[in-house]
T-cell receptor
Framework: GQQVMQIPQYQHVQEGEDFTTYCNSS?????IQWYKQRPGGHPVFLIQ?????EVKKQKRLTFQFGEAKKNSSLHITATQTTDVGTYFC?????????????FGKGTLLTVNP | NAGVTQTPKFQVLKTGQSMTLQCAQD?????MSWYRQDPGMGLRLIHY???????DQGEVPNGYNVSRSTTEDFPLRLLSAAPSQTSVYFC???????????????FGEGSRLTVL
């Protein structure tokens, strides 16, 4: 089936260091979304990217969608302890009607104060 | 604002028992879906619906049934629970644009199910 691969699986950083997680798909995505899940919580929407090469920023978070619409990244500058959680990407594959949003396995970020 | 409401939050079943996880949303979303989350596996789509009377299978549909009689409700049924169905279940809803999920998914708080 269609998959979205996400790396790394885990990332531990010191507070103030940067963090990046990557998503890759073997097929073209019509859009990609990013979610954050705090420990014990539910996923919460962060952003959606639709256009090829799109870059969006939310304070210390920078999201990119690749030119070929097959990959995406989330970069956090100067991490804080409040950034702790699992970050998921989720994509809809192009071609025909597609209501299946496929999630990556997530990157668990821990931050040492 | 209630958003997406799931019940129960916790449930313990014995193998072979049946149960229904309830999900309701008050945002008039056409799209509703069920995911299961297991350690290291991310979120996997079980079933989804794009409107009342319309349901379809996701990645891992076996052992689960759904129905969508109203826009608001999307219950998930386990007819004969198995230990492999021990998981955290999330219901999520979204708006639709054309033939794709274009809006953000709003998740419920989750239902933790243990099958002994």
């Amino acid at each position: 089936g269609q998959q979205v691969m996400q790396i790394p699986q885990y990332q531990h950083v010191q507070e103030g260091e940067d963090f990046t997680t990557y998503c890759n798909s073997s097929t073209t995505l019509s859009n990609i979304q990013w979610y954050k899940q705090r420990p014990g919580g539910h996923p919460v929407f962060l952003i959606q990217l639709v256009k090829s090469g799109e870059v969006k920023k939310q304070k210390r978070l920078t999201f990119q969608f690749g030119e070929a619409k097959k990959n995406s990244s989330l970069h956090i500058t100067a991490t804080q302890t409040t950034d702790v959680g699992t970050y998921f990407c989720a994509g809809s594959h192009s071609g025909g009607s597609n209501y299946k949003l496929t999630f990556g396995k997530g990157t668990l970020l821990t931050v040492n104060p | 604002n209630a958003g997406v409401t799931q019940t129960p939050k916790f449930q313990v079943l014995k193998t072979g028992q049946s149960m229904t996880l309830q999900c309701a949303q008050d945002m008039n979303h056409e799209y509703m879906s069920w995911y299961r989350q297991d350690p290291g596996m991310g979120l996997r789509l079980i079933h989804y619906s794009v409107g009342a009377g319309i349901t379809d299978q996701g990645e891992v549909p076996n052992g689960y049934n759904v129905s969508r009689s109203t826009t608001e409700d999307f219950p998930l049924r386990l007819l004969s629970a198995a230990p492999s169905q021990t998981s955290v279940y999330f219901c999520a809803s979204s708006s639709l644009g054309g033939r794709a999920v274009t809006g953000e998914l709003f998740f419920g708080e989750g239902s933790r199910l243990t099958v002994l």
